[in-house]
């Protein structure tokens, strides 16, 4: 039989289908039920390097020129965080259409895990959503014919009737996956019964019949006081609700950078952890305002004592015990907006630890090389003469090209600087385009200037391609690095040692268990005989 497969779509953007079909999945998969996750086409800079099937591999021209291996490719984080959810292993099958922003309403196109070029909206409807579609279809096929049930998530609102003929997260895989669709609305934001209603109404007829069942999330207070809606809104359209999810964080990453504070804003993480302000340390995340994957620095949210400020760029350093640079979607384009601000001139006088990650490794060298071609993408001619100047606190530089790098890596640690105390095999990822070179120090240096360190290494890999250490700054490519035990806790040390405050002991950070089995106990209400009828109830529960 063909797999049975539900939709878990939204009446609105971050009502929570990404945590629901997080614990759909997990619950299922504890109930011995074969599952895989699903999600047509993601718009995203939270990525993940995953294996691409055998299937789609063959001999594809654009991922032998755009990639270093053509058996890794790209996939957005929460169908990542899904797989493993599901207890399978995540593959670009999985989220085979990615579209990743990169400003000036264009976005890097990714299919089947690999970026095909950049394109304005219009253009990818009008040129390239019919592959995106088959794409996403066949890898749809794959998906079903290895599994009992597909858990695919939505995008945004359902109910986008401007989009409905090209809506191919929501629209269309309800229709090429014969998907039962579980609605998700948030109650949080206020006038819930009223999305729900005007949802149900906007879909196309063959979609609304498919819509078995609604969940409310977000919901915290008395529950008796929602019965007279629930009551109205069953009666109104014949469609049950399902649950009322109470408000909780399982602790999984966020799905986009939509998450994070706007770029002149500060948002302070870890306040919850039950340690006094006076003996935390607080670690900086600068805004760039192309920001990715910035779930690197999720582990350090929930260490006690360590609070995690995402900061604005013009914002000062004075009360930062440590800076993080994270990834970035247009390297150059950041550079620009830290010079502005000032940010290199700060990072250059501040005396506690400071690591780049990816795009941050690139932002703390000496240099940008061929930046026309990153800020640009596909339609760029390389011109090494486009020299960017870095912040300059490491000795490197960075050189770009159109070819990218995506791979699980897993390299030794011999940590210094910042990690200095880590040591052992450390795992992540690489996405990133241009590649990173040591050089001498465009000025001359204090013989007190300590020692360019290369702390990272992989047989056959020059180690500057993976990292560079020196003095209270440290760079690298290596993607999930704080996810790491060995490397966090050496990174949290440091910062404390360097702050002059004793570490808390290891307590209680409010979290009880692990965030999959966290997210399978918030949806718990949710009777999956309702959105499965072909699985036996006794499976299931």
């Known amino acids: 039989m063909p797999a049975e497969t539900i939709l878990v779509a939204g009446t609105a953007s971050h009502v929570g289908k990404s945590t629901v079909a997080a614990g759909l999945c997990r619950r299922l998969a504890d109930a ?16 993940q390097a995953v294996v691409r099937p055998e299937a789609v591999r063959g001999d594809d021209a654009s991922a032998a020129s755009d990639s270093d291996g053509p058996a890794f490719g790209e996939i957005g984080v929460s169908q990542y965080v899904q797989a493993r959810a599901a207890g399978v292993r995540p593959t670009t099958d999985h989220n085979p259409v990615l579209l990743k922003p990169r400003g000036e309403g264009e976005s890097q196109l990714v299919v089947d895990g690999v970026a095909v070029g950049h394109y304005a909206a219009g253009d990818y409807y009008a040129e390239h959503w019919d592959d995106a579609r088959d794409a996403a279809e066949a890898a749809y096929a794959r998906l079903a014919a290895e599994n009992d049930v597909v858990v695919a998530e939505g995008a945004g609102s359902i109910a986008e009737i401007n989009f409905h003929d090209r809506d191919l997260a929501n629209v269309e895989t309800a229709r090429f996956a014969d998907a039962r669709i579980l609605l998700v609305a948030d109650i949080e934001r206020g006038g819930v019964f009223a999305s729900i209603l005007g949802t149900l109404e906007l879909l196309p007829d063959d979609v609304r019949e498919r819509v078995v069942g609604v969940a409310i999330t977000k919901f915290r207070g008395d529950r008796s006081l929602l019965e007279p809606g629930i009551d109205e809104i069953e009666s109104r359209t014949g469609v049950p609700v399902l649950a009322v999810l109470p408000h909780d964080d399982p602790g ?30 607080t670690v900086a995340v600068p805004r760039l305002p192309r920001a990715s994957n ?107 090209s159109r070819r990218k790098r995506v ?34 120090p465009r000025e001359p240096q204090p013989n007190s200037s300590p020692p360019v360190r290369f702390p990272f290494a992989s047989d056959g890999r020059d180690p500057v391609t993976l990292g560079a250490a020196r003095g209270r700054v440290l760079g ?66």
């Open 476 to 541: 690298t490519y290596l993607h999930g690095l704080f996810a790491n035990d060995a490397a966090r806790e050496a990174f949290v040390e440091n910062v404390f040692a360097n702050a002059g405050k004793r570490r808390p002991a290891a307590a209680d950070s409010g979290r009880d268990g692990d965030p999959y089995t966290r997210a399978a106990a918030l949806v718990e209400e949710i009777a999956l005989g309702e959105l499965i009828p072909t699985v036996p109830a006794a499976d299931i529960g």
């Open 32 to 47: 011995g039920v074969d599952v895989a996750p699903f999600k047509a086409q993601n718009m995203s800079n939270e990525a």
């Open 252 to 281: 999984l990453p966020d799905e986009d950078s939509v998450s994070l504070p706007a770029a002149g804003e500060r948002e302070v993480r870890g306040t919850d952890d039950g340690v006094a302000d006076d003996r935390s340390v």
């Open 294 to 400: 910035t779930a690197d620095v999720d582990p350090l949210v929930g260490v006690p004592g360590v609070r995690v400020a995402f900061v604005p760029l013009d914002a000062p350093l004075s009360d930062a015990d440590a800076v993080v640079l994270t990834g970035t979607k247009n390297t150059a384009d950041d550079l620009h907006a830290i010079r502005e601000a000032g940010l290199h001139e700060r990072l250059r006088r501040f005396d506690g630890p400071v690591v780049g990650l990816c795009g941050g490794y690139q932002l703390l060298g000496e240099r940008l090389i061929a930046a026309d071609v990153e800020a640009a993408g596909d339609t760029a001619v390389a011109d090494a003469g486009t020299t960017v100047s870095g912040i300059g606190l490491l000795p490197v530089e960075t050189a770009f």
């Open 407 to 440: 791979a699980p890596v897993e390299w030794t640690l011999d940590g210094d600087g910042p990690l200095a105390g880590a040591s052992g095999a450390v795992e992540g990822y690489e996405i990133h385009a241009g590649e990173t070179r040591a050089v001498g």
